[in-house]
């Protein structure tokens, strides 16, 4: 049963838009909550990360949006690249550095 | 700096026949980790070291075994492979988190496994 669930499993949209992914936890002892970005035939790699004492956090066009009550977080891609297709995992840890990761979302922009 | 080397690329066994999972690292890290990714199934962990010399289940331990041969290296072994182990296997890195820090999981490129 996965710890992290994500939504939506994939998505399209128009070079310029708004990609935006959803992620939902019930453990609320996690408090470390990481997205990772993979590319077709790549290892995943940490493209952003929040903790639950800050509800935004921005890094060029990628921002981590986190509500702590509703135990949900989202990312969005800003301005949307052909360059940002691949897949987004999010994921949740709680100090232990076991990460429990979504199911992931495949992103596709279209030029 | 090579980062997390894994190999083989990509193997096919037979049901029952049993392979290693070979994987390196060279940033010195001292927690190394296994994952199997399926599609819809994101990343699970398998097996995971905290420090040489230790070993600890993950989610979907059985199947199985793992040793950790020195700081740098953390093999994977199926000692006979099932259909249901069809994957891609990844290893990762890290360094523990520090007080208010973050923790940086680094990935291998991953082994693909056809199990027939």
């Known amino acids: 049963q996965q710890q992290v669930k994500q939504s939506p499993q994939s998505l399209i949209v128009q070079k310029g838009g708004i990609s935006i992914i959803n992620c939902a936890y019930e453990n609320t002892a996690f408090d470390y909550f990481p997205w990772y970005q993979q590319f077709p035939g790549k290892g995943p790699a940490l493209l952003i990360a929040i903790r639950p004492d800050v509800s935004e956090k921005k890094e060029g066009r990628f921002t981590i949006s986190f509500n702590k009550s509703a135990k949900q977080f989202s990312l969005h891609i800003m301005d949307s690249q052909p360059g940002d297709s691949a897949t987004y995992f999010c994921?949740?840890?709680?100090?232990?550095?076991?990460?429990?990761f979504g199911a992931g979302t495949t992103v596709t922009v279209r030029a | 700096n090579a980062g997390v080397t894994q190999t083989p690329k990509f193997q096919v066994l037979k049901t029952g026949q049993s392979m290693t999972l070979q994987c390196a690292q060279d940033?010195?890290?001292?927690?190394m980790y296994w994952y199997r990714q399926d599609p819809g199934m994101g990343l699970r962990l398998i097996y995971y070291s905290a420090s040489e010399g230790t070993t600890d289940k993950g989610e979907v331990p059985n199947g199985y075994n793992v040793s950790r041969l020195n700081k740098r290296e953390f093999s994977l072994r199926l000692e006979s492979a099932a259909p249901s182990q069809t994957s891609v296997y990844f290893c990762?890195?890290?360094?523990?988190?520090?007080?208010?820090?973050?923790?940086?999981?680094?990935f291998g490129p991953g082994t693909r496994l056809l199990v027939l």
């Open positions: 940033m010195n890290h001292n927690s």
């Open positions: 990762a890195s890290s360094e523990p988190r520090t007080s208010g820090g973050w923790e940086t999981q680094y």
């Open positions: 994921a949740a840890s709680k100090g232990d550095y076991k990460l429990s």
